[in-house]
């Protein structure tokens, strides 16, 4: 991999660790309303797999999807915007932060429903082998949709016609407070793939370059016409669930909990949702930004002083679409309209040949 691949890939890693913290403090201040759900940790995952996908490929996200939108290209102050409810969102402010959507960029949207991605992926992928199109559906979810009907229904209608479909799963072992190994039987989720013939292979989620390869090897044989593969992504997630959840369902945090045991400073924990600190968060495992960044200038292809010039850049960024945002009017009943139909002639991006 060249070097200008590699700086973009930091890029954009560098990127989505600041702008979900943005949102973070955003919501913290009460500019963001609603459930928000941030990936801070997982961002190897998202910049390996979308960086290996060709411009033509679709991409069906989850409720935990705003880092995916801004490696796909969608503009952060449109994101931001979104996030804000705001009529400069992508969606027009009616999505939120769980709803992104960018017809452009053939972005299928975020979808707040645990295990609804499936189903929206085949269906794409069988519009795209029937068509006998060169492009590929690049399918995200976490580690607690697998046991949701939809998952298996999905994989069994892709594997029967041989669908061109890239399963992602994202397993950061949470499915919301619930270990996998107290909510999955099988807690390999890569080995439930072979039920269905289709080829699956398990990474490093935190090692963006791991990710990287075993996409593009997957998305090689989805070309091919081999159908669908499976990717395993082991990750973690440095937050809760969600803002509205402290995570102290999680090792690290009841580390703390049981060190202050004292039932008012509990109480307070709970009412403030405590996070981890910058420190408390080098204790849960290795990060996959500041891992990548040290690679990169270990072999040569960037330096520290360029490393830090990419930080303030993306810091810019981030500051200016939380500036946007909050500027952003409130979305209007004719601006619903707008929206609607705009969605509606999504259909012709999916039509049958003439």
């Keep these: 991999m060249d070097r200008s691949a590699m700086a973009a890939m930091l890029r954009d890693m560098l990127l989505a660790r600041a702008f979900e913290e943005q949102a973070a403090q955003e919501y913290a201040q009460g500019n963001v309303a609603g459930f ?98 060169p492009e590929a559906v690049i399918c995200f979810f976490g580690d607690g949709a697998v046991n949701q009907g939809t998952f298996h229904e999905s994989l069994n209608m892709a594997a029967l016609w041989k669908l061109p479909v890239l399963f992602v799963c994202e397993n950061n072992h949470y499915q919301i407070g619930t270990e996998i190994h107290r909510h999955s039987a099988v807690v390999e989720v890569h080995k439930r793939a072979c039920a269905y013939g289709i080829p699956a292979e398990k990474v490093d989620g935190m090692d963006v370059l791991t990710v990287h390869g075993a996409t593009r090897r997957a998305l090689e044989r989805i070309r091919a016409g ?61 990060d996959c930004v500041h891992r990548f960044a040290e690679h990169c200038c270990a072999e040569g292809h960037l330096d520290p002083a360029a490393v830090e010039r990419l ?12 500036a946007f945002a909050r500027q952003s009017p409130a979305p209007d009943l004719a601006d619903v309209q707008a929206v609607f139909l705009r969605n509606r002639r999504f259909e012709t991006l999916m039509e049958e040949p003439q």
């Excluded at 990936?39 to 411009?55: D, I, N, Q, R």
């Design 226 to 286: 081999d159908g669908p593969q499976f990717l395993e992504c082991e990750t973690y997630r440095y937050r809760g669930h969600s803002m509205a959840d402290p995570g102290s369902y999680r090792p690290a945090v009841e580390v703390n909990a049981f060190v202050a045991n004292d039932p008012i400073a509990a109480a307070i924990r709970h009412a403030e949702a405590h996070y981890p600190s910058a420190e408390e968060l080098q204790c849960v495992g290795p």
């Design 36 to 133: 928000l759900h941030l990936y801070p940790g997982e961002e190897a995952v998202a910049v390996g797999v979308l960086h290996a996908a060709e411009p033509g490929d679709y991409v069906v996200s989850t409720y935990r999807e705003h880092v995916h939108a801004i490696v796909r290209g969608v503009p952060p102050r449109q994101v931001m915007a979104e996030i804000f409810g705001k009529k400069d969102g992508i969606s027009g402010g009616m999505g939120g932060s769980m709803h992104l959507f960018d017809r452009e960029r053939r972005f299928l949207g975020g979808y707040a429903i645990v295990g609804e991605t499936f189903p929206i992926a085949v269906g794409a992928a069988y519009a795209v082998a029937y068509r006998r199109l």
């Design 311 to 322: 930080r303030q850049e993306v810091g810019a960024i981030v500051q200016d679409a939380a």
